[in-house]
C-alpha cells in the first residue's frame, strides 16, 4: 500500500472508527469535543491529500463485487469540501453542543466517513454502504434531542423516506448483475438492454430521494428539527448533496440510455421552480433555507441531466459553502435570540456584525449576486441547459430569479430595523468565538468559489469531468442583472406565501395518505387475518382431532367394543351350538358308526366256520363274481 | 472419536452429567454450562480453522460408523461451507445463552443440562450426513424444546409449548414421509445423504419426485416457519424464557432452511427447479407477510417473532430464484445462495442478541407490550443503545451481517428473476416497524413503566454484546465468512443445474 492508499485508506477509518468509539462509550464525554474536532481536522488535511494524490484502493467484498474507492476528479472535488466543512460545522458545535456531546459528536464523525465513502465510492456495493450509513445517522442526528418525539418522528421520516427511494439501488445492483458489466460504477453504461435501463432508474431513484427531489422533498422540511450544525453539514455539504453528486458521478450512465438525461433535467429544474417557490412562502429561517437547499440541488440534477458535469460539481461545492454558512448563522441566531421567526429576527444582523455580514455574503451568493460563487457555477449549467431546451434554459433562469427572490427576503429581514426585536425566552443572547470563526470561513468560500467557474480552473475542470470550460459574459450578465433586479424588489415587494407552497405542496400529508396510511391499514388487517383466520384454521384444526377422537371413542365403543362382543356372544352361542352338536350330533354319529361297525364286525365272523369246503365254496362264489365283473368290465370296453 | 463427534456428544455427555448428578450445586451449574459451552467454541474455532473446502458433494471431517445396517442408515457426520457456518453461529448464540443464564434462580442445574442437550442435537442436525440421524437429531431438538418452553415458560407456556410441540412434530412426520419416499427410490436403497445426492433418484419421475418434493417442503416450511405454517411461532417466542427464544429463533428455525440447501435441492434438483417459482412465491409473500404482520404488533417479542418469518422469507426467496436456471444465470443464483447462508447466520446472531434483550425487559417490568413504555433511554441507556444497535442490524443497514445478507440476496433473485423486486418493501417495512418501536419504548418523556428501569447489567452486556459484535464484523469484513460460503454455494448450485 502506498501512501496516498494509506491516507485514502486512514481518512474513511479515521472518522469512522473514532466516531463509533464516542459514539458507544459514554467515558469521553469531556473530551469529547477535543477529540472530534482534531479527527476532523486531521480527515480534511488527509481529504486535502487524497485530493492531490488521487488514490485507489479495492477490497474484495462479495462475490463479483469488490469494495472500491477511488479518488477521481470529482471526488477530489467533492471530499475535501465534505471534509472541511465537517470540520468548521464541529469547530461551531464545540460551542453550542451542550449535553451528550459524545453521542452527538461521534454520530457526525460516522456520518462523515459515510460521506466520504461515498464521495470515492467506486463500485455499487461500497456506494449502498455509506449511502445507507449516512442516512441511519442522519436518523439519529435529526432525532438527536429524543426526549421530543416530535424530532424523533421527523428523523424517522427522513430515514424512511430516504430508503424507500435507496431501493432503487437494490433493484439496480440486481440489473447490474444481470447485465453482466459488474459492478464497478464506472463500467455501468456497458450493461446489456434492458438492464442498463433499469440500472439507470434505479441510481436516479436513488439519488432523487437523497437530494430530497420532488416527490420526496418533505422530508427536508422535518428534518429541520434536528440541531443546526446538523442541519449544516448534512443538509448543505452532505447527504442531500450526495444526491446531487450521485448523479453526476453516473451521468455517462444517464446519457447513455438516451432518456434519463432528460427526465433529470427537467425533474430538476421542476424541482428549482416549485421549491424555488416554496422557500419563498416560508416564514422560519431554517425552513427557507432547506427549501432553497432543494431548489438549488435541482441545479445540479439539471447538471447531470445536460452532461455539464464541471458546472454541476462547482455548483454543488460552493452551495455547500454557502448553505453550511447560513444554516450555522441560523442557528447561532436561534441559540443567542430563541427564535428562527423571520419576522422576529429584524434587526438581528445589526446586533452581532461577524454574524450578521457573513450571512449577507451567504445570502447574496445565494442571490446569485455577481461576481459570488453561485453565480457563475449556475451559469456554467444553464450555458449547457440552453443548448438542450430553450425552454429548459427559461426555467433555468425562473429559478435564479426566484434564489434571488428568498435570498432577498431573508437578507432584508436581518438587516430591517424592527421594533419588539430581541432576545427571546429561551435565548442565551451570546454568540461565541468558536461559532463565529467558521462563519468568516464559510463566507469566504462562498465568495471565493467562484473561481471554480471562472477560466483557467473551469476549463481544466470541463476537460476531466466534462462540461462548459466557458460560459458567454451575455449570459453572465444577463443572470447577474436578473439577480440584482429581484434583490432591489424584494425591498419593495412583499413575497406572496401562499398556503400550499407554504406547507412544502402538501407533499408529506400526500405520502400519508397514499402510502403510510394505507400501509398500516394493510399491516392491521393482516394481522387481524393472521390471528383470526390463519391462526384459528390451525387450532381448529387441531381441536377437530379431540372430536375426531371422541367421535373414533363412541366408534370404538359401539362398534368395535360392540362388535367384539357381539362375536365374542356368537362364540358363546356358537360353542353352546357345537356343544350341542357335538353331544347330539358328533357324539351319537360316533356311537351309531360304532355300534355299525361292531355289527358288521359281527357279519364278518359269521363266514369263519372253520370247515374247508365252506370256505372253498366262498373262494368259487368270489371267484365266479370276479370273472363276471371282468367280462361286464370287457364287454363295456 | 473424531473431532465433529467430540463436539456432538460433548455437551450431550454434559447434559447427562448434569441431569443424573442432583448434588450438583446452582453454581457449579451454571458455570459449568459455560464452561462446557466455551470449550464447544473453542473445538468450533479449532475446525474453522483447519477447514479446507472438501468440494461438490463431499465433506469434510468426515466420519462414517455402521448404524443401521439392514436399511443402510449409519452414523455418518461431516461439514461444508454450508454447515461450517451454521455450526459456528450455533455454538456461539449456545454460550451466549449460557453466559446470559448465570444469574437465573430457576432450577438452574435441570436447565444447563436440558440446554447442553439442545446444544449437541443441534449441533447434530447441522452436521448430520444421513437422514436418518438428521431426522433423529431434528425431533431431539423439538423435544428439548418443548421442555424449555413448558418448564422455564412465562405466560401461556404449557398451551404454547404443547402447540409447537405438535404442530413442529406433525412437520417432522411430513419430512419423514420424504425421507422414506427417497430411500424407497434410491438404488440401492439408501438414507446417506451424499450418495443421495449423487444418485438424485426421482430425476426421472416427475410426479413422485414432486410429492417427495412437497413433503420435505412441507415438514422444512414448518419449521423455518413460512407463511402459512407460522403461527405457532408467535405464541412460541411471546411465551418462552429469552434464552429459549434466542435458541429457537438462532437455530432451531435454521434446522429448517438448512434443510432446503442441505436435502431439498441437491437430491431433488429436478423437482426443485420444476417447483421453482411456487418456492420463490411463498418467500415473497412471507417476506412481505411477515414484515406488515410484524408492523401491526403492540407486544415487543411477538414483532421480533413475525420479523423472523419475513427474515426467512428472503432465504426461501433467494432459494427459490437458486433454482431458475437460465443461460449466464451461474453466477446471480450461487449470489443468492450465498446471500441466503448469510442470512442464515445473521439472523441467528441478531435475533438472539433482540430476544435477550426482550428478556432484560420482562425480567424488569413484567411486560413486553411497547406502549407501557416510553423514554427508557433515559434510566437504561446502554439498553437503549443495544436495542438501537440490534434494531439496525435487523433492519439491514450497511455495516451489519444483515446487508451483506439481503444485498446478495436481493441482487441475485432480482437479477434471476426481475419479479422478485417485489418483496424489496419488505426491508422498508422492517425498517419502519424497528424504528416505531424505537421511538415508541426508547424516546420522548420517561413514562409508564421505565423509571427505575434498571441499566443492563454485566452479564446480559457480554452475553448480547458479542453477538451484535460479529454481526458489524461480518457485515464489515465479508471475506471472513464468504470464502467458506461460496465455493460451497456455487457447489450447491451446479447440482441443482445438473
Known amino acids: 500500500m502506498t501512501g496516498a492508499e494509506g491516507a485514502l485508506l486512514a481518512m474513511v477509518l479515521l472518522p469512522g472508527s473514532m466516531g463509533a468509539a464516542l459514539a458507544l462509550t459514554r467515558r469521553w464525554e469531556r473530551v469529547a469535543t477535543p477529540i472530534a474536532v482534531a479527527t476532523a481536522g486531521l480527515t480534511t488535511a488527509l481529504a486535502a491529500v487524497v485530493a492531490l494524490a488521487r488514490p485507489a484502493l479495492s477490497a474484495p467484498f462479495l462475490a463479483g463485487a469488490d469494495f472500491a474507492l477511488e479518488v477521481d476528479a470529482l471526488a477530489a472535488l467533492t471530499a475535501p469540501m465534505i471534509a472541511a466543512v465537517a470540520f468548521l460545522v464541529l469547530v461551531f458545535a464545540a460551542g453550542s453542543i451542550r449535553e451528550s456531546r459524545a453521542r452527538f459528536h461521534g454520530l457526525m464523525l460516522i456520518f462523515s466517513a459515510a460521506a466520504l465513502v461515498t464521495a470515492s465510492a467506486a463500485s455499487i456495493p461500497a456506494l449502498l454502504f455509506a449511502w445507507e450509513v449516512m442516512g441511519a445517522t442522519s436518523y439519529a442526528l435529526i432525532g438527536f434531542w429524543w426526549r421530543e418525539p416530535r424530532r424523533v418522528s421527523a428523523g424517522l421520516t427522513a430515514f424512511l423516506t430516504t430508503r424507500t427511494a435507496d431501493l432503487g439501488l437494490y433493484v439496480a445492483a440486481g440489473a447490474a448483475l444481470a447485465g453482466g458489466a459488474g459492478m464497478a460504477l464506472s463500467d455501468l453504461p456497458a450493461a446489456t438492454d434492458p438492464w442498463r435501463h433499469v440500472v439507470a432508474a434505479g441510481i436516479m431513484v436513488a439519488a432523487l430521494g437523497k437530494a430530497a427531489q420532488l416527490p420526496f422533498s418533505f422530508w427536508l422540511s422535518g428534518a429541520m428539527q434536528g440541531p443546526s450544525p446538523v442541519s449544516a453539514l448534512l443538509h448543505s455539504a452532505a447527504m442531500v448533496a450526495m444526491g446531487g453528486f450521485l448523479l453526476l458521478r453516473v451521468e455517462p450512465l444517464l446519457a447513455a440510455t438516451g432518456w434519463a438525461g432528460p427526465v433529470a433535467a427537467w425533474l430538476g429544474m421542476l424541482t428549482a421552480v416549485l421549491m424555488g417557490i416554496v422557500a419563498l412562502a416560508q416564514r422560519e429561517l431554517k425552513q427557507l433555507l432547506a427549501a432553497s437547499t432543494v431548489a438549488q440541488l435541482g441545479f445540479v440534477v439539471l447538471a447531470a441531466g445536460v452532461g455539464a458535469v464541471s458546472g454541476g460539481a462547482a455548483h454543488l461545492v460552493a452551495h455547500a459553502s454557502t448553505k453550511a454558512l447560513l444554516f450555522l448563522a441560523a442557528g447561532a441566531w436561534l441559540t443567542a435570540w430563541g427564535t428562527e421567526d423571520l419576522a422576529r429576527l429584524r434587526g438581528v444582523g445589526r446586533r452581532w456584525r461577524v454574524v450578521g455580514v457573513c450571512a449577507s455574503v451567504g445570502a447574496l451568493a445565494l442571490a446569485g449576486i455577481a461576481p459570488l460563487s453561485l453565480w457563475a457555477t449556475k451559469d456554467a449549467v444553464l450555458a449547457a441547459a440552453l443548448e438542450a431546451s430553450p425552454w429548459l434554459y427559461a426555467a433555468g433562469l425562473l429559478a435564479s430569479a426566484l434564489s434571488a427572490a428568498y435570498a432577498g427576503k431573508a437578507l432584508w429581514a436581518i438587516w430591517r430595523r424592527g421594533d419588539g426585536a430581541g432576545v427571546r425566552a429561551g435565548g442565551t443572547g451570546q454568540v461565541g468565538a468558536l461559532e463565529q470563526a467558521p462563519l468568516v470561513v464559510l463566507a469566504a468560500g462562498a465568495a471565493g468559489l467562484v473561481v471554480l467557474a471562472l477560466p483557467p480552473l473551469s476549463r481544466a475542470l470541463a476537460q476531466t469531468l466534462g462540461g462548459h470550460g466557458e460560459v458567454s459574459a451575455v449570459e453572465l450578465a444577463l443572470s447577474a442583472v436578473i439577480a440584482a433586479a429581484v434583490l432591489l424588489l424584494l425591498l419593495r415587494l412583499r413575497a406572496p406565501e401562499p398556503r400550499w407552497a407554504r406547507e412544502w405542496l402538501g407533499l408529506e400529508r400526500i405520502a400519508h395518505a397514499v402510502v403510510v396510511r394505507p400501509s398500516l391499514s394493510l399491516a392491521h388487517a393482516l394481522a387481524r387475518f393472521d390471528d383470526h383466520v390463519l391462526d384459528r384454521t390451525v387450532m381448529a384444526a387441531a381441536g377437530a382431532v379431540p372430536v375426531l377422537a371422541r367421535i373414533a371413542a363412541r366408534a370404538d365403543d359401539r362398534i368395535l367394543d360392540g362388535g367384539v362382543d357381539a362375536t365374542a356372544h356368537a362364540a358363546d352361542v356358537t360353542g353352546q351350538l357345537a356343544a350341542r352338536v357335538d353331544d347330539d350330533g358328533v357324539d351319537r354319529g360316533v356311537e351309531i358308526l360304532a355300534g355299525r361297525v361292531r355289527r358288521l364286525g359281527h357279519l364278518a365272523r359269521i363266514p369263519q366256520t372253520g370247515a374247508i369246503h365252506q370256505y372253498f365254496l366262498q373262494a368259487v362264489a368270489v371267484l365266479t363274481i370276479g370273472v363276471v365283473a371282468w367280462f361286464v368290465y370287457a364287454v363295456m370296453g | ?498
Open chain 2, 1 to 498: 472419536m473424531s473431532m465433529l463427534s467430540l463436539i456432538v456428544f460433548l455437551p450431550l455427555a454434559g447434559a447427562i452429567v448434569l441431569a443424573a448428578m442432583p448434588t450438583i450445586g446452582p453454581a457449579v451449574a451454571r458455570w459449568a454450562w459455560v464452561a462446557v459451552s466455551a470449550v464447544e467454541l473453542v473445538l468450533v474455532g479449532v475446525l474453522w480453522v483447519g477447514y479446507e473446502d472438501p468440494g461438490q458433494n463431499a465433506l469434510a471431517y468426515e466420519q462414517q460408523v455402521p448404524w443401521i445396517p439392514g436399511v443402510n442408515s449409519s452414523y455418518h457426520v461431516g461439514v461444508d461451507g454450508l454447515s461450517l457456518p451454521l455450526v459456528a453461529m450455533t455454538t456461539i448464540v449456545f454460550l451466549a445463552c449460557a453466559v446470559y443464564a448465570l444469574r437465573q434462580p430457576d432450577r438452574p442445574r435441570i436447565q444447563a443440562a436440558l440446554f447442553l442437550f439442545l446444544q449437541g442435537v443441534s449441533l447434530g442436525v447441522f452436521v448430520a450426513a444421513d437422514l436418518i440421524l438428521f431426522f433423529v437429531f431434528f425431533d431431539l431438538s423439538i423435544v428439548g424444546m418443548y421442555f424449555v418452553i413448558a418448564g422455564w415458560g412465562h405466560g401461556n407456556a404449557a398451551r404454547s409449548a404443547l402447540k409447537f410441540f405438535l404442530y413442529t412434530f406433525l412437520g417432522s412426520l411430513a419430512l419423514l414421509l420424504g425421507f422414506i419416499g427417497l430411500y424407497v427410490a434410491a438404488a440401492p436403497h439408501t438414507f446417506d445423504i451424499p450418495e443421495l445426492v449423487a444418485a438424485t433418484p426421482l430425476d426421472d419421475s416427475p410426479l413422485t419426485g414432486g410429492l417427495v418434493l412437497a413433503a420435505i417442503v412441507v415438514g422444512l416450511a414448518v419449521k423455518t416457519p413460512t407463511v402459512p405454517f407460522h403461527t405457532w411461532l408467535p405464541p412460541a417466542h411471546t411465551d418462552a424464557p429469552a434464552t429459549g427464544s434466542a435458541v429457537l429463533a438462532a437455530v432451531l428455525l435454521k434446522m429448517g432452511t438448512y434443510g432446503f440447501v442441505r436435502i431439498a435441492m441437491p437430491m431433488l434438483p429436478e423437482a426443485w427447479r420444476s417447483w421453482a417459482w411456487a418456492i420463490v412465491a411463498i418467500g415473497i409473500v412471507s417476506v412481505l407477510y411477515g414484515a406488515f404482520v410484524a408492523l401491526a404488533q403492540t407486544d415487543l417479542k411477538r414483532m421480533v417473532a413475525y420479523t423472523s418469518v419475513n427474515h426467512m422469507g428472503y432465504i426461501v426467496l433467494a432459494l427459490g430464484a437458486a433454482g431458475l436456471v437460465a443461460e449466464g444465470a451461474e453466477q446471480a443464483r450461487s449470489v443468492a445462495v450465498t446471500g441466503a447462508v448469510v442470512q442464515m447466520v445473521s439472523h441467528g446472531l441478531i435475533t438472539a442478541a433482540l430476544f435477550l434483550l426482550a428478556g432484560v425487559m420482562q425480567d424488569r417490568a413484567g411486560t413486553y407490550d411497547m406502549g407501557s413504555y416510553g423514554g427508557l433511554a433515559g434510566p437504561a441507556p446502554r439498553y437503549a443503545a443495544l436495542f438501537a444497535v440490534g434494531a439496525f442490524a435487523s433492519l439491514g443497514l450497511p455495516g451489519f451481517s444483515g446487508f451483506i445478507a439481503e444485498f446478495q440476496i436481493f441482487a441475485g433473485s432480482i437479477a434471476v428473476a426481475p419479479v422478485t423486486a417485489i418483496a424489496l418493501p419488505g426491508i422498508l417495512v422492517t425498517a419502519a416497524l424497528f424504528l416505531r418501536a424505537l421511538q415508541q419504548v426508547f424516546t420522548g418523556p420517561t413514562e409508564g413503566r421505565s423509571p427505575g428501569f434498571a441499566d443492563l447489567r454485566v452479564r446480559e452486556l457480554w452475553s448480547v454484546g458479542p453477538l451484535l459484535a460479529l454481526s458489524v464484523l461480518i457485515g464489515v469484513l465479508p471475506r471472513v465468512l464468504l470464502e467458506v460460503i461460496e465455493p460451497a454455494s456455487a457447489a450447491l448450485v451446479s447440482l441443482v443445474g445438473r
